[in-house]
Each structure stands twice: as structure tokens, then as C-alpha cells.
């Protein structure tokens, strides 16, 4: 996935949010962990261009393992839970959600180890033939890039729609 997952995060922390009321302070910081969650497993593109040479497919780092995420998921729970604040624990969901969406996304097109350790055989919904001399394309011009098309439309008429909300607040 290439420009979906930014709107796909923005789209699911507005979800999270809704009917809880937070100071604009906190609610700003929250939407800030998911929108940066909802990335986050693409950091690794940084070593891929970098430092790997391209040698590996990014999605079989380990921040693209639904495994590893797993293994953060389980002990940030329990904090967070420790914690007794329901500020921590909302954190905690949409950092989570993001991050496993993110995961989710890139399975559309593209092959994430979701069975890791179990198996090393990838899943993927939908194999894009390479049709063109640039990869980019081959993506861009596929009918599943519709699907981002979509998210970034939802989400731009969700920011719509909070804008045009709190002006009619502030009159
Ligand atoms: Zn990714």
C-alpha cells in the first residue's frame, strides 16, 4: 500500500475517539500516536534503502511482522492496564489498531509473514502482475490502488466534516 495507510489511521483514531470527551491537548496527542502507528512498520524503509541495498522484501523485517507487534501488544497491555488510567489504555488501542491495520493493508497487495514463526509462507489477497517498466506503476495502475483512492477520501471528508463541526461550535 502506498498513500493509504496515512487516511486508512487517520479514519480508525477518529473512530477510537468518538463520544470521549478529551481536552484538545490530548486529543491532539492521540491522534498524533495513530496517524505516526499507522506508519510505523514503514520506518523500515530507511534501512531498506539505505543500509540493505534493497537485498530484502521490507515486509519480511521484523517490523513487518504481525508476531513481533504480538509480542509488544501482550506486555504494553498489561501496563497499560496497570496503569488503571483510561487515558493509557485508549492509547494503547489505537496505537495497536493502527499498527495491525497497517499490517492488514499491506496484505491487499502485498506479502506479510502472518503465520511467522509457524510458517515462512507469506499472505497476500491480491498478486499484481508486473505490467510496466517502473514498479510504482504496476501498484498505481492496479484496480486495488481504487481502494487507497477510497481511504483518502474518506478520510479528507472526515476532516472535513470535524472542521466544519468546530467552526459551528466556535459561532
Ligand atoms: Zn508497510
Redesign the pocket.
Known sequence: ?FIG?LPAGYIVTRQAMRGRPQADAAAGRLLALGVVAS?L??F??VYFYLIDNRQTL??HYW??LPAFWAAVAVPTLAIAALLRRPAALLAWLVFHANVFL??V??TVV?H?LWLYPFSADSVVLFDVPARHGWWVWNFVLHWTFLFELLLCGGALALFLKSRSREAAVEI
Open positions: 500500500m495507510h506508519v512498520p514503514d523500515d524503509l521490507h515486509h517490523t513487518h497497517h499490517l493493508l499491506d502485498g506479510v
